[in-house]
């Protein structure tokens, strides 16, 4: 042993780049606000790849089931690529990563601004690309992430959409958002343990599904990806209606399930997926307030996501070093992926 | 041997129903035109799960892509659950099923219509909850499914959102619609022997990648929807650019990586992606023209689709039997599936 890794070490960072997130975007989100109102901003379009474009998904549920702007993910070829002919004159265009460097991130939020659109990126690079590309920057404050595999960048991510959110009304949402860096810290220290013995049982498997729902679906797909970044496993996410929809049918005896649990109105709806996969045969890992793998009780839905990743992030940092992998170093991968 | 399964035969049946729904759609899409042109309708909401929701991917890529509209797959939850409060009296939102019958499609489209948008459904059972829901019902002819795993309902989908886009004004594509029955009748006689042989090499795996981009996008995840649906095998749909931000970390000499070659501007991109994934070991099924499944050649990129999905739907059906499976009736699903 050479002592933790750069993800476990960045795993633990994660409450202090929350808070310092939350402090520092309080007034370039009321800017942002300010001038969404002022130009009569009805849409969102949310452009990223990769772990950025989960926390995207998680601004997605918050920005339009609790703000009312429409928003759509963007599919960034149709900007950079096929010249898609859209009038954004009523849009903000919001690029998300933690680089700011991703060169096709960059050309899509400058295609939307030649179409018309508000830009705001939210980047953890104060003076990269995509932050001289637009006119509201939001900086998060996670410090240097030098493992390869986003975690505490993905977290401040989640904190930037919340903190927009909260600014734009959502009053649920503000009143939890101080109470963040303290839960994960406590999620941490509950979860590090058990996540440790079900990395065990898992040393042996080749694919996995993740599956949680609402504002905490953006959990299971990043849960799967870090599975399949560090760990090499091939594990999607999907929300727990899609898994109905078909993908249940490949669930075996042979299958892990990480079952998140948020609470909320989808709570029975979670419960009833995780007796099914059961009954299935399937290995389920449930994830949650006194769950297998346990948090701290959130707030509200809206922030179990801010605790609900942190044991699915050890839970692949453990299992990757388990497999033989460095979690810091995933095959194949760098830091600036450079996608056109 | 008992005869073909259901799903070969109505595999075989795409032709005659992408034929039939192009024919019977001309004059309920102008009528839909028509009225998205009076109303001054800017962007697009389309509500759909599993299959139907890979139909909507392709849909938005061509209505966005090619016509200009603003388009956002929801997330029914948002709608049905959340209650967002978005204001849709500019939007189309267009529902996808071909049961017609799922309730939280139907749930979520008539929350659509309170919000002030025009509704509109693509569905192949013309009195279904969905079809009465809506002001503009477009009602796809390919006859009755009894597999349940969707293969000529896909298509005819397809072909819906593909009429819809030509007589928006997507003039390369409307030149080629007349052409695809022929070259889907072609591509089934090319590509049914390869996939056979094809399948032989996958039957002990069990995990996969399909992986495509742009305007095909849509059939990597609907070949690995069928993969896992009927043959068990946890195979993940990629976009090329999505699979390099980090899930190619996963990609070992025991994965399989279905390669969809499209041709068209992403036509060097998907080649390079392929000879990365031959590099790191894995073992590349490549579908298109000419290549190891082969197609007929499609009119252009836009329309490459219609092929492309075929060979992927015989090497899945040829797989579920090798591996012991039945691909009409997949473990635990059923032809309408029931989530709200």
Request: proline fraction near 5%; charge should be neutral.
């Amino acid at each position: 042993m050479t002592g933790p890794t750069r993800m476990r070490l960045e795993i633990a960072e994660q409450p202090a780049a929350v808070a310092a997130t939350l402090e520092a975007l309080g007034a370039p989100v009321a800017e942002l606000v300010a001038e969404l109102r002022a130009r009569s901003i009805a849409s969102v379009v949310l452009i990223a790849r990769g772990s950025s474009d989960h926390a995207a998904v998680y601004g997605r549920y918050l920005l339009e089931g609790r703000c009312g702007l429409v928003t759509a993910l963007a599919a960034p070829s149709l900007y950079t690529t096929y010249a898609a002919p859209v009038d954004l004159r009523h849009a903000l265009a919001i690029g998300v990563s933690q680089s700011g460097e991703t060169p096709e991130i960059v050309a899509a939020l400058r295609y939307a601004a030649g179409r018309g659109a508000l830009t705001a990126c939210i980047t953890n690079a104060g003076g990269s690309a995509i932050a001289r590309a637009v006119e509201h920057p939001l900086v998060t404050r996670a410090g240097d992430e030098r493992s390869v595999a986003a975690t505490k960048t993905f977290t401040a991510q989640l904190a930037a959409f919340a903190s927009l959110a909260a600014a734009l009304g959502a009053s649920t949402l503000a009143r939890g958002l101080a109470s963040l860096p303290d839960l994960m810290t406590e999620t941490i220290a509950i979860a590090e343990a058990p996540a440790a013995l079900a990395a065990a049982t898992l040393v042996d498997d080749d694919a996995a599904v993740c599956v949680a729902r609402g504002f905490s679906y953006a959990v299971a797909l990043e849960a799967a990806l870090k599975l399949k970044e560090t760990a090499a496993i091939w594990a999607e996410g999907f929300s727990s209606a899609d898994l109905r929809h078909g993908p249940t049918a490949a669930v075996t005896s042979a299958t892990p399930a990480l079952v998140l649990h948020a609470g909320g109105v989808f709570a029975d709806d979670l419960e009833r997926l995780e007796g099914e996969l059961r009954a299935r045969g399937a290995r389920v890992v449930s994830i949650g307030p006194g769950r297998r793998l346990g948090t701290a009780t959130p707030p509200c839905e809206e922030l179990a996501p801010f605790t609900l990743v942190l044991p699915a992030q050890l839970l692949a940092e453990r299992l990757a070093r388990l497999r033989g992998y460095d979690p810091d170093h995933p095959r194949g991968l760098r830091k600036v992926t450079e996608t056109h």
